[in-house]
């Protein structure tokens, strides 16, 4: 895998999968977000991106790059 500016990426990173989307219903707009370790990892839904993010840099956070 490499970055834009085609340097290597390190091993030890992680990969995930984020999806975020606006969802208008009766009237109440809202962003919503999954996200999901790799491609075979358990997804998680969040019903707002702030509380995606803290999760995800909650998981940065207590493990350690592999």
Known sequence: M???D???VPDEGRVYVLRVW????EDEAS???TV?????GARRS???V???I???YGELLRRPPR
């Open 2 to 4: 490499e970055q834009d």
């Open 6 to 8: 085609n340097r290597p």
């Open 22 to 25: 606006h969802d208008t219903r």
């Open 31 to 33: 962003w919503h977000a």
């Open 36 to 40: 999901r370790e790799g491609s075979h």
């Open 46 to 48: 969040f019903a707002s």
């Open 50 to 52: 702030d509380a995606c």
């Open 54 to 56: 803290e999760h995800l």
